[in-house]
């Protein structure tokens, strides 16, 4: 996150909201309904901005702008995976988002974009950096 203190969380099927938390006083300090059970949430490197993974019933992943007013605004939806996901991972350079479903596939997604800043080509990992990813890509 961009401002200091900040928590992050998903919810199971049952609860399927995303809450911010200041973790210095534990409030929640906001907390949005996603329709569907939350596998996990990634802060954005380089932007005002999270994704969270889905499971029943939707498998996708979000992304959402998160605001100085520390509301949540749904982005767009990211769909590809036929059963809920079960976990992801950033890259290195911070642009892209790594899933694997339990549908057998792992998908890489160009899901935040170019950083704002420029990185030294020696900060990003060479696997990263060589591999063009469009929208996805899908390893069964």
Not at 20 to 47: E, F, P, R
Not at 87 to 103: E, L, M, N, Q, R
């Amino acid at each position: 996150p961009h401002h200091r203190g900040l928590l992050a969380t998903g919810g199971g099927s049952h609860d399927q909201t995303i809450k911010i938390w200041n973790s210095q006083t534990g409030a929640v300090l906001t907390s949005k309904n996603s329709g569907s059970q939350v596998t996990s949430v990634i802060w954005s490197q380089h932007h005002n901005e999270l994704c969270s993974s889905h499971g029943f019933t939707n498998n996708i992943l979000t992304l959402w702008k998160h605001d100085k007013g520390l509301s949540l605004t749904k982005m767009t939806d990211f769909v590809g995976h036929s059963s809920r996901i079960l976990s992801t991972t950033c890259s290195p350079d911070g642009c892209h988002v790594v899933s694997a479903g339990a549908d057998e596939t792992i998908r890489f997604w160009n899901v935040f974009g170019e950083p704002t800043r420029k990185r030294s080509s020696s900060s990003v990992s060479s696997i990263w950096g060589e591999v063009s990813l469009g929208d996805h890509h899908v390893i069964r």
